[in-house]
């Protein structure tokens, strides 16, 4: 798989198409600018091996930044029992980018992870689920859209932190959060919540929030 992502950016960018099976990943995929990565539905699966201890997809500068990446129509199964870290996507210093229709399993840390100027992305029509932290993780990062997503048994459902600015989470199906289902926390302000349900918890009602802003 990276080989072929290498041989498409060297052309300038396109499309990357994976067909359906199941990839062991071995080492993080990380993806250039310009790439699109599509998978042919959920049987396409990237599966972490044991021990990888590392995201699954990475974007490829995360000095400076990348722009225009999708990722979509696939599955990631993150292994995440018999890792000690690791996201299923950790994007930082993306602009302008899309995780469309995948499903994202099993991660150690969060199933999604944008932060650090991450601005201007969209996360729709995904399922995550089973992640050892948050179903989807944003920091510092504004004017991305999450939308139309199901997450289920996470630590949380979706975490905004540290500076995220005006984004927008709308229709997300939020249940089995061992916590908060959108937890927002650190002058994590002017952000659009509208129209998303949050329920069956796994802790008791006084450790657990449909919506909790703490120092927001």
């Known amino acids: 798989i990276q080989a072929a992502i290498d041989y498409?950016?060297?052309?300038?960018?396109?499309?990357?198409?994976?067909?359906?099976?199941?990839?062991?990943?071995?080492?993080?995929?990380?993806?250039?600018?310009?790439?699109?990565?599509?998978?042919?539905?959920?049987?396409?699966?990237?599966?972490?091996?044991?021990?990888?201890?590392?995201?699954?997809?990475?974007?490829?500068?995360?000095?400076?930044?990348?722009?225009?990446?999708?990722?979509?129509?696939?599955?990631?199964?993150?292994?995440?029992?018999?890792?000690?870290?690791?996201?299923?996507?950790?994007?930082?210093?993306?602009?302008?980018?899309?995780?469309?229709?995948?499903?994202?399993?099993?991660?150690?840390?969060?199933?999604?992870?944008i932060a650090t100027s991450s601005d201007h992305n969209k996360i729709k029509e995904c399922d995550v689920s089973s992640a050892g932290s948050d179903g989807i993780y944003i920091k510092a990062s504004s004017f991305n859209i999450v939308e139309g997503n199901s997450i289920r048994a996470n630590k949380r459902g979706i975490y905004l932190d540290n500076d995220t600015y005006t984004n927008i989470i709308d229709n997300i199906v939020i249940n089995s959060s061992a916590k908060e289902g959108i937890y927002l926390i650190n002058t994590s302000t002017y952000n659009r919540i509208i129209g998303n349900e949050s329920s069956d918890y796994q802790a008791t009602p006084t450790q657990t929030h449909g919506i909790r802003e703490y120092a927001a």
Do not use: M
């Open 8 to 113: 498409v950016n060297q052309k300038g960018g396109g499309t990357v198409i994976i067909r359906e099976g199941t990839y062991t990943i071995n080492a993080k995929i990380t993806v250039p600018s310009n790439i699109l990565l599509i998978g042919q539905g959920w049987a396409t699966i990237l599966r972490a091996k044991d021990s990888l201890d590392k995201s699954i997809i990475e974007n490829s500068d995360q000095t400076n930044g990348n722009t225009n990446i999708f990722v979509a129509n696939l599955k990631i199964d993150g292994n995440g029992t018999n890792q000690v870290a690791g996201h299923g996507i950790y994007f930082i210093k993306v602009t302008c980018s899309h995780i469309l229709t995948c499903q994202i399993t099993n991660c150690r840390v969060a199933g999604i992870n």
